[in-house]
């Protein structure tokens, strides 16, 4: 396969019942390239991938696809500012302020790579207890799975599948991981700490049209859901095409369609959004990569708003406000920028995004700016070290014009101590806004350290 053939996932997710998850998770614009620049199964090089195909590996680490890697850890947790679905007796957020407590975690990540075929996952669960608060006690997981396959000399498949269970946007499995604006069915922009589930599945088929040019054709489908009541669930699929053309030896530009919908179980909301953009990337040096797409979409969002009644109606039923059906139509610019530097060792990667979203749990179809820093290092034998800094905005398409603002900042590390027995912890802080007629704010901060079990020749990297 060649660096410019890339994915474009088609997500198909299932209806299921009971509570979301949250996940902050992987990466969107600069993707999975790996597989294509280790010329797994296809001929020569096909020049910088373009933005809007692909997202990195599973079983990846700092710019690497590394070998099947089992871990287990036991750590030591503090966590404060939970952002917790309910309201204190005067009507304020609940707050259960710092909280001390253990995880036990076990996992395992990797790939392995066949002439035609790549397999890569990722799998982690934890078990958390706190001394003094066992009501947040619980257990999260995550599992994700990807096959690419190079089917025939000039047509090529992906397929991966993300499922899992959280309670925590920022903390435990999903401690600041590179976001994907993309994968509508992994809700990385959730604002509170409640328990959810989701799935979110994704194929793309890639045809080579000449020794310069490709076509791609997706789908995809996703569900959230979320335990508490006053929070909403989403069903929604997708729909996918692009033609890409390397015009020169380090340049490929593009063009690309998308039909994307949401839905929301328990309430009334829906939208359908087309949209197109054409984009570039360009391959500075074999391990420097710059990608831009630029575009726009229509959404057409239909749901149901409250209403002040007539004075006739309100002397007729004594009533003052009703509830009226409405349709929302907006036109909107859609961007992507990302810069990525894969080193033998380390990556670096940088992306900003503005585009449609579910809405993050509070909100119905949203428009969202992402943007997003993330450093990953294997370093010697002995370390291993990670950091990332991103910042979210939310605002309602709707009737309902709430916005939110999350900005967060996050760093890890692994210290090999003996044999295969390593030195684990990091730092999460995360600031949220929310305003309409109020403002709502609160940090977030988490701090992790403990001892990690993991053979292998090189320090492990949790994430």
């Known amino acids: 396969m060649q660096t410019g053939r890339m994915r474009i996932g088609i997500d198909m997710g299932k209806h299921f019942g009971g509570t979301l998850f949250v996940r902050i998770a992987a990466v969107f614009l600069l993707g999975n390239s790996l597989w294509a620049q280790s010329g797994g199964g296809g001929a020569g090089y096909g020049g910088p991938a373009v933005s809007s195909r692909g997202l990195r590996g599973a079983g990846s680490r700092a710019g690497e696809a590394v070998s099947i890697r089992p871990y287990v850890a036991a750590t030591g947790v503090y966590d404060s500012g939970l952002i917790v679905a309910g309201v204190t007796p005067d009507g304020g957020i609940t707050n259960p302020g710092g909280l001390f407590g253990v995880e036990v975690q076990v996992g395992v990540y ?44 000039r047509i090529s498949f992906l397929v991966r599948g993300t499922a899992g269970t959280s309670s925590r946007p920022v903390g435990g499995l999903f401690s600041l991981a590179y976001l994907d604006p993309t994968r509508f069915g992994i809700p990385s922009g959730d604002i509170f700490d409640n328990r959810s589930y989701f799935v979110d599945a994704s194929g793309q088929l890639v045809f080579e049209i000449g020794a310069k040019s490709s076509a791609s054709i997706s789908g995809n489908g996703f569900a959230v859901r979320r335990q508490s009541s006053a929070l909403i669930g989403m069903n929604g699929h997708r729909a996918a095409a692009d033609f890409t053309r390397r015009v020169t030896r380090r340049t490929t530009i593009g063009a690309g369609y998308q039909y994307i919908h949401f839905d929301f179980p328990r309430f009334f909301g829906e939208s359908d959004i087309h949209l197109v953009l054409g984009e570039v990337a360009r391959e500075i040096t074999r391990s420097l990569r710059v990608s831009a797409a630029v ?41 992507q920028f990302a810069v990525q530097h894969d ?60 916005q939110t603002q999350t900005y967060g ?24 806004v929310a305003s309409l007629t109020n403002d709502f704010q609160r940090t977030g901060n988490r701090i992790t350290l403990g001892l990690t079990y993991s053979p292998g020749a090189v320090p492990v990297s949790l994430r």
């Open 295 to 335: 575009g726009g979409y229509r959404s057409d969002l239909a749901g149901v708003r409250d209403v002040q009644l007539d004075p006739v109606l309100v002397a007729l039923f004594g009533v003052t406000t009703g509830r009226q059906a409405f349709n929302a139509i907006n036109y909107l610019p859609f961007g």
């Open 110 to 153: 990797g790939a392995k790579d066949w002439r035609k075929t790549r397999i890569g996952m990722d799998y982690a669960g934890l078990y958390r207890h706190y001394s003094a608060a066992s009501f947040y006690n619980g257990s999260d997981h995550l599992i994700e799975m990807d096959i690419t396959h190079q089917v025939a000399r």
């Open 343 to 402: 080193q033998r060792r380390s990556s670096l990667m940088v992306s900003f995004s503005t585009g449609p979203t579910g809405g993050g749990g509070v909100l119905l179809t949203s428009k969202q700016q992402t943007a997003q820093v993330n450093w990953s290092f294997r370093g010697t034998e002995k370390w291993s070290w990670g950091f990332t800094g991103f910042y979210q905005d939310f605002g309602g398409l709707g009737s309902f014009q709430g």
């Open 409 to 432: 900042l996050g760093a890890n590390f692994s210290r090999r101590i003996r044999g295969d027995l390593f030195l684990s912890g990091g730092a999460t802080t995360r600031r949220f």
